[in-house]
């Protein structure tokens, strides 16, 4: 789930700062950047693990911070393809099934990755899995804020950096649909279409 990953960056501190240890400012602009935030193709930045290498320190004409590259390594949350997860349910919708893990919130289980056969209630807003027994089927509701055990199957990471505009009516006309369809910079794609996953209540022992 998490993982440690080699970056690099130079860092700016602040000629306020001069007086305290290097590397504690550092650090601390370090988390101010990176912390809580994803980075393409990374991850979700948690927080900072070390300093692995500090080079030289620099002050460039006009401004009196000091600008110096740094070599750390950052614990990020980027689960692998197939691991196995348990959140709670977030909300339902037509999309599927909403998850959250505490700190992250942009999961979804498709309609197509449910235990089958599957249904939304319109009434409830809710996933039900139709179970089947020898007795005929049985409605087992997906209710917000249940535990649910599920396995990644997918991930999209979404370039969310700003970009110029072409043009000024495009700007203009692209500015209102630009704030409706802001997309989660990283979303996991998961399952539950195999025994043993989906909610805990299913699966516990009697």
Avoid at 73 to 78: D, E, P, S
Avoid at 178 to 202: C, D, F, M, N, R
Wanted: charge should be negative.
């Amino acid at each position: 789930m998490f993982v440690l990953v080699e970056m690099t960056d130079t860092v700016r501190i602040p000629p306020w700062q001069f007086e305290r240890k290097l590397n504690e400012s550092i650090a601390e602009e370090l988390n101010k950047k990176l912390a809580n935030k994803v980075v393409y193709n990374v991850g979700l930045c948690i927080c900072l693990y070390d300093i692995m290498k500090l080079e030289d320190s620099y002050i460039f004409p006009g401004d009196g911070a000091s600008h110096t590259k740094v070599h750390f390594r950052y614990v990020v949350f980027h689960p692998f393809l197939d691991e196995i997860l348990i959140g709670q349910i977030k909300s339902c919708s037509q999309d599927g099934v909403h998850v959250s893990i505490g700190f992250f919130d942009d999961i979804v289980i498709p309609p197509e990755s449910l235990q089958q056969p599957a249904k939304f209630d319109e009434a409830e807003q809710v996933w039900v899995w139709e179970y089947e027994t020898e007795e005929g089927a049985h409605d087992l509701y997906m209710d917000i804020g249940e535990e649910i055990r599920f396995r990644v199957v997918d991930e999209t990471f979404v370039d969310t950096s700003p970009t110029g505009p072409s043009s000024v009516e495009a700007s203009t006309s692209n500015a209102t649909e630009e704030v409706q369809k802001k997309e989660a910079p990283y979303t996991l794609v998961g399952s539950i279409s195999e025994p043993g996953l989906g909610l805990l209540s299913w699966w516990t022992n009697s």
